[in-house]
T-cell receptor, first 112, second 111 residues
Framework: DAKTTQPTSMDCAEGRAANLPCNHS???????VYWYRQIHSQGPQYIIH???NNETNEMASLIITEDRKSSTLILPHATLRDTAVYYC?????????????FGTGTRLQVTL | NAGVMQNPRHLVRRRGQEARLRCSPM?????VYWYRQLPEEGLKFMVY????????ESGMPKERFSAEFPKEGPSILRIQQVVRGDSAAYFC?????????FGPGTRLLVL
């Protein structure tokens, strides 16, 4: 699976949009971009994933650049409960699903 | 639809004892994964199982660790003769196809 690069930490004011970047310049054509978050040592929580089109669900939006070498996770209205470590993971979706390789992620701190 | 369940949530063992961690996947999920998170570190993949089969155990320590996912019942991660370095959070995830959903974890403390 391709390697990802994320900023170590970010701050965001409550109510504002949180934009979390991820670089995955070596991504290959059949690899998806997944985002998970981990709130204070709880189990990782799935947020969203995509291949090349932008995706949106009730939690977040995922914007993938046209060359697919980077992406941005957007939390449109961050709250204090969004404070967590956010992981960007690139992996193939094989017929038999494969492991997730977690990096160090971005520690997002949402403040009042 | 109940999520992934793990028990116990906390487990204390003395060095040399055995630890058994259980994972019940989400309903309809036949793939189970175990990950370990050492203190202040990221999650590391350990093993991937389907019903009665180990698919990928590339992250499992060669000794003392074993995993199973029987036809009936939960998946079990077994650690024999625990040492202090085994103290960690152990997370289980399950999937139907590609997306993995995680349980709350078992926190193992070895005294």
């Amino acid at each position: 699976d391709a390697k990802t690069t994320q900023p170590t930490s970010m701050d965001c004011a409550e109510g504002r949009a949180a934009n979390l970047p991820c670089n995955h310049s070596t991504i290959s054509g059949n690899e998806y971009v997944y985002w998970y978050r981990q709130i204070h040592s709880q189990g990782p929580q799935y947020i969203i994933h995509g291949l090349k089109n932008n995706e949106t669900n009730e939690m977040a939006s995922l914007i993938i650049t046209e060359d697919r070498k980077s992406s941005t996770l957007i939390l449109p209205h961050a709250t204090l409960r969004d404070t967590a470590v956010y992981y960007c993971i690139v992996r193939q979706n094989t017929g038999t699903a494969s492991k997730l390789t977690f990096g160090t992620g971005t520690r997002l701190q949402v403040t009042l | 639809n109940a999520g992934v369940m793990q028990n116990p949530r906390h487990l204390v063992r003395r060095r040399g004892q055995e630890a058994r961690l259980r994972c019940s996947p989400m309903k309809g999920h036949s793939h189970v994964y175990w990950y370990r998170q050492l203190p202040e570190e990221g999650l590391k993949f350990m093993v991937y199982l389907q019903k009665e089969n180990i698919i990928d155990e590339s992250g499992m320590p060669k000794e003392r660790f074993s995993a199973e996912f029987p036809k009936e019942g939960p998946s079990i991660l077994r650690i024999q003769q625990v040492v202090r370095g085994d103290s960690a959070a152990y997370f289980c995830a399950s999937s139907h196809q590609e997306t993995q959903y995680f349980g709350p974890g078992t926190r193992l403390l070895v005294l």
